[in-house]
């Protein structure tokens, strides 16, 4: 049964635990006879639901959403926002993370010293080309395509507003060496470039480098930003001093 369960999506599995939670908090405060407060409950259910969740072995940023999910949807409640917050909220949400939901991978932005590292270890003169798996806004393309011209750079991006951003930015920094694109990472065929950067999660790197293995060519270069490849140790590190002590990890395909 628990195997069957940990097969689920991580957000269908987080719900069930967030309803059991329910289930064992009224169960417990009926046995002994409580009747606590609406937040007091809220927050007991929240403490039970990330309980629940690290014993389930869901990733660490599930048990702070598991832990506020029901105290933030009783302080919603009495506030009373109007509905047409919630929809536009909503909206925001699903524009900037899209299909964060089912892969696990949120926006994340590295930062202008990742970029200054990641163009050290580029080609030195002969042209190449590299993808960036997962672009976001466009900041590595942008940097690259500005600081090291004689490359070409394509850009794949799953969430609508952010591969907007990226569009726009690109369009109007007139960088003819730069594309992106709007579509998923996994239909991406990687044998058509010389360098693959990805900045994702650590769910999907398994996952990524079997692809990097079966479709990048010999002699080409795969580098991940801060998620290594699980009992596969890069043959080059990279220790970056930036806010998140980012780490560049280098496989010579």
Request: a negative charge.
């Given at each position: 049964m628990t195997s069957l369960l940990q097969r689920l999506p991580p957000y269908l599995y987080a719900l069930l635990l967030q309803l059991a939670a329910f289930v064992s908090a009224a169960a417990t405060v009926n046995l002994i006879g409580l009747s606590p407060a609406p937040f007091a409950f809220a927050l007991f259910c929240g403490t039970l639901a990330a309980a629940f969740?690290?014993?389930a072995g869901l990733a660490r940023w599930w048990l702070f959403i598991q832990l506020a999910f029901a105290p933030a949807l009783v302080m919603v409640l009495a506030?009373?926002?109007?509905?047409g917050f919630f929809?536009?909220?909503?909206?925001v949400m699903l524009v900037v993370y899209w299909s964060t939901f089912r892969t696990q991978v949120p926006l994340y932005l590295s930062s202008r010293k990742v970029w200054q590292a990641l163009a050290t270890r580029l080609p030195a003169e002969q042209a190449f080309s590299l993808v960036d798996l997962g672009s976001g806004i466009g900041g590595v393309l942008a940097h690259l395509a500005r600081t090291r011209p004689q490359g070409r750079y394509h850009g794949v991006e799953s969430a609508p507003l952010p591969f907007l951003w990226s569009w726009l930015r690109i369009r109007s920094g007139g960088y003819r060496n730069c594309t992106v694109h709007?579509?998923?990472?996994?239909?991406s065929d990687l044998s058509q470039y010389d360098v693959v950067f990805a900045y994702l999660s650590p769910v999907p790197m398994d996952a990524l480098w079997r692809k990097a293995r079966q479709e990048m060519r010999p002699g080409s270069l795969f580098i991940s930003n801060t998620f290594a490849v699980p009992d596969h140790p890069p043959q080059e590190t990279v220790s970056i001093d930036d806010l998140h002590h980012s780490t560049l990890y280098l496989w010579h395909m």
């Open positions: 969740s690290h014993l506030l009373e926002i109007p509905p929809l536009a909220a909503f909206f709007w579509g998923s990472l996994w239909d």
